[in-house]
């Protein structure tokens, strides 16, 4: 066999050590500052107004709430770790050595994707560990909530990658994370269950991907689900499916990266 | 098998309609230094990039040391090490972690001494644990060239190495692409600054519009196309070249106190000694003679004129 066309996996560990570098060079930027707003939401949502929020299923208003500020913040850091990761070496040009060297495109995607997913993942531990200290916790399906947690994490820094590729500007990096995920999130049942939606509402809500992820990672914790399990993972599987569909598509053609 | 590289029938159209390159051919020759000469937009750095699989070639193939680019990219892409125009580097990384990342980039196993001897040999090593981002203009060029050396490159591409660059460093640059060459590493180098070439180069390739116009040993290029001039310091200023002597192309310069007689080096016509007879017959005495060889950027001047 040639082992020259044997996988670099010491370029996939190169890429990621220098991901991970990046992580804990900006220390305050990517774990400190989720930790700080992750407690400002227990604050405001758990404590002044969860208060007075009677339970939803049957679970504390402040122990409801952190299946979706987790789900929350590996959604956003998922999305800007891997977009960042890839948009700034295209800004600066660095990115001719990425496109130069006898890497594959499956290593450049398992590096960079593997360095977001690890820290938004270290992120979501991190943010669990910050809950205990408000809020009563209990995880009853510890597989599932691991199993939710990497696969969102995956898909979301797929998805983040497809758009650090497609980006041109620093306002199109940001565009996507602010006008469309945000607001998917926040009506996605962080804060509240569906059923708590008037009718129509509830419908227009299921179209939303986000409440799959929420609902899924919620019953993880407490058991209690807006939607099944099953339908839950089988959505994260279609969007994780369609994410590397574009991303294979992206490669094959070259599209903004080696035309 | 002599050539490193062999490109033949490579295009280049942008989505945009733009041709960049037109059919090239080209082979390099194993352990030689190639200077690609052309000016700005002539595609030079398209060319290089197709190479190195930074760009998609329309069509076309490459192959360097036998291995497709395309079907065996990892074979190829391994033996090449690029520094590209632009200063690039990633601003916020260590000068030691820049380095040993394109090693690990390129496959290779770590190895501290060898990424040592880099550093040392361009005069990077006193900056090993400073930020990118802390370095001078010269330093960063520095860096870029050590990047691309990590992996013990066979083949290097050096795009513009010495735009913008200073005496020292040009002269470091320069002694440093003479030992790889010693090491038998071949070396392609764009410019458009002719001095370079005609420094460095054993043979040249000029590019225009996508195409290349010609390839050539650097000697036989100024031999061929090189146009010797001889000027001679008068005794005594003329007012006009001397009638007897009109079939020559003589100038006269403005103080009539030099003539200067350009010719062809590879013209058959008898020029230098008989010009010195009919001087000498016409009653012109001159007391200097001077020769000079037209540099390749006359050369290139020329070549470019020519084109349509």
Not at chain 1, 21 to 27: L, P
Not at chain 1, 110 to 137: D, N, R, W
Not at chain 2, 183 to 189: A, E, F, R
Not at chain 2, 281 to 291: E, K, N
Request: hydrophobic share 50%.
């Amino acid at each position: 066999m040639n082992l020259r066309a044997a996988p670099n996996f010491r370029a996939v560990w190169a890429i990621y050590r220098v991901e991970m570098a990046r992580a804990f060079r900006t220390v305050l930027q990517s774990i400190i500052s989720p930790v700080i707003s992750t407690s400002l939401y227990f604050v405001v949502f758990g404590s002044a107004i969860g208060s007075r929020i009677n339970e939803i299923d049957g679970i504390a208003y402040g122990a409801f709430i952190v299946p979706g500020l987790m789900m929350l913040s590996l959604l956003t850091q998922s999305i800007s770790n891997a977009s960042f990761a890839i948009y700034f070496p295209k800004f600066v040009g660095s990115i001719y050595e990425l496109l130069s060297a006898p890497v594959s495109y499956l290593e450049i995607i398992i590096a960079y994707v593997g360095g977001a997913a690890t820290k938004s993942i270290m992120l979501g531990l991190i943010i669990l560990a910050t809950a205990a200290l408000f809020v009563p916790l209990r995880i009853e399906h510890p597989f599932w909530m691991i199993a939710f947690l990497v696969l969102t994490a995956v898909t979301f820094s797929l998805f983040g990658f497809i758009i650090g590729i497609w980006a041109k500007t620093f306002e199109q990096l940001q565009l996507v994370p602010l006008l469309i995920v945000t607001p998917l999130t926040f009506l996605g049942g962080s804060f509240y269950s569906i059923h708590m939606l008037p009718g129509i509402w509830k419908t227009v809500t299921l179209f939303n991907p986000v409440v799959y992820l929420i609902s899924g990672f919620r019953w993880s914790f407490y058991g209690k689900a807006d939607v099944s399990v099953g339908v839950s993972l089988g959505m994260t599987l279609v969007f994780l499916a369609i994410c590397i569909a574009i991303v294979a598509w992206i490669f094959k053609t070259g599209y903004r990266l080696r035309n | 098998m002599s050539s490193i590289i062999s490109i033949s029938g490579v295009t280049k159209t942008y989505a945009t309609g733009f041709k960049a390159l037109k059919e090239i051919n080209l082979d390099i020759e194993r352990g030689e230094i190639f200077a690609l000469l052309g000016p700005n937009g002539a595609g030079k750095t398209t060319l290089i990039s197709i190479v190195c699989g930074i760009v998609n070639r329309s069509s076309g193939s490459v192959t360097v040391d036998g291995h497709d680019i395309g079907r065996d990219y990892r074979a190829a892409r391994s033996l090449i090490g690029l520094v590209p125009q632009e200063l690039t580097i990633d601003a916020f990384e260590t000068v030691w972690a820049t380095v040993n990342y394109s090693r690990g980039l390129f496959g290779k196993a770590p190895n501290k001494e060898f990424v040592e001897k880099v550093l040392r040999d361009l005069s990077l090593w006193e900056k090993k644990d400073s930020k990118a981002i802390t370095l001078s203009g010269g330093m960063k060029r520095r860096l870029m060239i050590a990047k691309a050396l990590s992996h013990e490159p066979r083949v290097l591409f050096l795009d513009e190495p010495t735009a913008g660059v200073d005496v020292e460093l040009r002269q470091d640059m320069w002694a440093m692409v003479r030992r790889l060459r010693e090491d038998g590493v071949t070396i392609i180098l764009t410019t458009h600054y002719i001095e370079e070439a005609e420094a460095m180069a054993d043979r040249v390739g000029v590019i225009n519009k996508g195409e290349i116009i010609l390839v050539e040993g650097k000697a036989e290029l100024m031999r061929k196309l090189g146009r010797k001039q001889m000027t001679l310091e008068l005794r005594a200023p003329l007012a006009a070249v001397p009638d007897g002597l009109s079939s020559y192309p003589l100038e006269l310069s403005a103080d009539g106190s030099q003539l200067t007689y350009t010719y062809d080096n590879q013209s058959d016509r008898p020029g230098v000694a008989s010009l010195i007879r009919d001087l000498e017959a016409a009653g012109v005495q001159f007391r200097d003679l001077d020769t000079k060889n037209s540099s390749l950027e006359e050369i290139f001047v020329n070549l470019l004129r020519q084109e349509p």
